[in-house]
């Protein structure tokens, strides 16, 4: 059974930076996909990054492409999104998730595991 937990987040004004942890234990990941979701009141939840383990390539949504930074700590567990540059409207529960032969990376529903949430808050 694969457990998440995540760690991070929290408030900053418009500009600064945070950085979330994902710390996944139970198994190996070859063949995993790790992503970053977030979810604002009211909105779906949506895409942020994502990387394969096997190969680390990387992949980010639009908004956030050039902001934000998924990576991870050699061949340990922890997946990591830096965050800079934070806008008020990146206010949202971030997720961390995990998902075997994932084939689209931006596809929620391809993502078995799911970390338990935190909290980021960009005021203006």
């Known amino acids: 059974q694969v457990q998440l937990a995540q760690s991070g987040g929290g408030l900053v004004q418009a500009g600064g930076s945070l950085k979330l942890t994902c710390g996944a234990s139970?198994?190996?990941?070859?063949?995993?996909?790790l992503g970053w979701f977030r979810q604002a009141p009211g909105k779906d939840r949506e895409f942020v990054a994502a990387?394969?383990?096997?190969?680390?390539?990387?992949y980010y949504a639009n908004s956030v492409k050039g902001r934000f930074t998924i990576s991870r700590d050699g061949a340990k567990n922890p997946v990591f999104l830096e965050m800079n540059s934070l806008r008020p409207e990146d206010t949202a529960v971030y997720y961390c998730?995990?998902?075997?032969?994932?084939?689209?990376?931006?596809?929620?529903?391809?993502?078995?595991?799911w970390g338990q949430g935190t909290q980021v808050t960009v005021s203006s």
């Open positions: 990387s394969y383990w096997d190969t680390d390539n990387k």
């Open positions: 998730a995990a998902g075997r032969d994932v084939v689209d990376v931006g596809r929620s529903s391809m993502y078995t595991y």
């Open positions: 139970g198994r190996t990941f070859s063949r995993y996909a």
